[in-house]
């Protein structure tokens, strides 16, 4: 989607699950679908797999889950060693299917598949431009944009160098599985802000956007794709070739796949994401530890942050000096079960559903609770929906404090690139100071992790990291907005120099 002013509700906003395979003697569908079961978390709004078999392309695309988008006879009707599959985030108002991907054309020197995930931010001069030359578009998404730019470009060059003219042509977070004809490609924007990592599978090898869909097929992580880089697959699963083909100074990896949006058991830019929740965890202990009875996580991605939080509370008090001998931390405890058959609160479209979900999906745990000073860890606040419902929930089950600890530093800005995060009006913290929002969600305090913090979980500086929704800087140029680095990407008219 193009960006360039906050997001509306009915803007679609790409926070997608790619994955592409290629395999010796062996059908495509089946390894991709496992793989987009396991990439389900990444969006729930639709799901699709496109197949070559050597002849020809076959594609199925379908509202909906994984699960209920394929049934037996679509997967045998992607017929092919080779293919690519995509997930795609629920957006809050009705599905354009012509948005669905992966998104397919045939053209005169063979046929293309696309999943993208992420988000162009010069989509519009670039449709312009390819309108303008007669290329005709079907939906208003961006992925559209990138397939017809490397359409034009594959008329003329090989497959490499059209790649890299289409890199050098589009802007923004960009991580894509590509299928031409039976060949799948795996690409990293100049700065890797979404993920993408290779893995080898039995008779072949895969890409996807998380590690967990490498281990879903009995696989095993090869490395992250390098932002910048090209992968392609050998059509009969026997090896890759990769191709740096734009090369940056700094990176502008995504923090919050960490923080939120990524699985824990998945390996993101070298780092475990459940142990750099851990470590974030620890570090919320140690920057604004208070003593309570319990500590307890909003399941589920709180859990790692609360389990760090309650371990490095048995090594320091509050305070930071050590803690006594025979004193112990603070216990780690469930005070709230999850209904796991409720969907993202996030996507309810109005403010009453989105209270209403809260409760339905979260539920207190009365003895963690009843008569104790709690502290409840969630990983952000976004609207401060959750938040308030949870100290309002975890009181009437009577407990006498309540104290909130967050992950992440608070949320002030949206996001262009990739993460649903509702618009700057809409963020509790665009405006309002952190005891404004402790006040605000009825909390007895409120401390929210440090930008710092966040980079040193990572091992990486600030300035490899895309920090904009907490700093309000981006790494990209957006209209309208500022950008933390002197220039995010090659500008719009640079040609690369030839290989
Ligand atoms: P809110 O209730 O609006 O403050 O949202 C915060 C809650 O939503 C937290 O429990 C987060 O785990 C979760 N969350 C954070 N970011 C997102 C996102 N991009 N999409 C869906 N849920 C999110």
């Known amino acids: 989607m193009q960006a360039g002013g906050d997001y509306t509700s009915d803007e679609p906003r790409e926070k997608c699950g790619v994955v592409g395979v290629s395999l010796a003697d062996r059908e495509a569908a089946r390894p991709l679908y496992y793989a987009l079961y396991a990439l389900q978390h990444r969006g729930q709004e639709s799901a699709g797999i496109v197949t070559h078999d050597g002849f020809q392309q076959h594609s199925h695309v379908e509202r909906g889950l994984v699960g209920d988008a394929f049934d037996e006879e679509d997967l045998a009707s992607l017929s092919g060693g080779t ?12 599905l354009d299917k012509s948005c669905a991907q992966p998104f397919s054309v045939s053209f005169k020197s063979g046929s293309l598949g696309l999943s993208h995930n992420g988000n162009l931010v010069n989509a519009d001069e670039v449709r312009e431009e390819l309108a303008a030359a007669g290329h005709a578009f079907t939906s208003d998404g961006d992925t559209e944009v990138i397939a017809h730019d490397l359409a034009r470009n594959l008329l003329e060059e090989d497959l490499v160098r059209a790649v890299k003219h289409t890199m050098n042509r589009i802007h923004g977070s960009y991580s894509l599985a590509i299928t031409h004809d039976d060949t799948v490609l795996g690409v990293r924007d100049p700065l890797g802000n979404r993920p993408l990592c290779l893995g080898k599978v039995d008779g072949g090898y895969v890409l996807a956007s998380e590690s967990a869909a490498i281990d879903t097929l009995d696989g095993e992580l090869i490395r ?69 009875d319990v500590v307890m996580p909003v399941p589920d991605s709180g859990r790692a942050f609360a389990s760090g939080y309650a371990d490095a509370s048995g090594e320091t008090a509050a305070d930071g000096s050590p803690r006594p001998e025979g004193e112990d931390g603070i216990e780690f405890a469930e005070g709230l079960m999850k209904n796991r058959y409720v969907g993202r609160t996030f996507i309810m479209p109005t403010q009453d559903e989105r209270e209403r979900a809260v409760r339905l999906k979260l539920n207190p745990i009365r003895s963690t609770v009843e008569g104790k000073s709690v502290t409840i860890i969630d990983d952000s606040i976004v609207r401060g929906t959750t938040s308030t419902q949870l100290v309002e929930l975890v009181r009437e089950a009577g407990a006498e404090e309540v104290h909130l600890r967050i992950g992440a530093p608070a949320i002030i800005a949206p996001c262009y690139f990739g993460i649903d995060m509702a618009t700057r009006e809409e963020l509790i913290a665009a405006d309002a100071s952190t005891e ?36 309000d800087e981006y790494p990209f140029d957006v209209e309208g907005e500022k950008t933390d680095r002197e220039i995010a990407s090659p500008s719009p008219d640079s040609t690369l120099a030839d290989d």
């Open 83 to 94: 293919g690519i599959g995509h997930v795609r985030y629920p957006t809050e108002g009705s």
């Open 224 to 292: 992250d794709v390098r932002p910048g880089e090209l992968v392609v697959l050998d059509p009969d699963g026997a090896g890759y070739d990769t191709y740096q083909l734009v090369e940056s100074e700094s990176t502008a990896h995504c923090f919050f796949e960490h923080v939120y949006f990524a699985r824990p058991d998945s390996v993101i830019d070298e780092n475990l994401v459940y142990e750099v929740r851990r470590t974030l965890g620890r570090k919320l202990w140690e920057e604004s530890g208070v003593e309570s």
């Open 436 to 471: 404004d929002i402790c006040e605000q969600v009825g909390a007895d305090s409120l401390s929210y992790l440090s930008v710092d913090a966040v980079a040193e979980a990572l091992g990486e500086s600030r300035a490899d990291l895309c920090l904009g929704c907490v700093t």
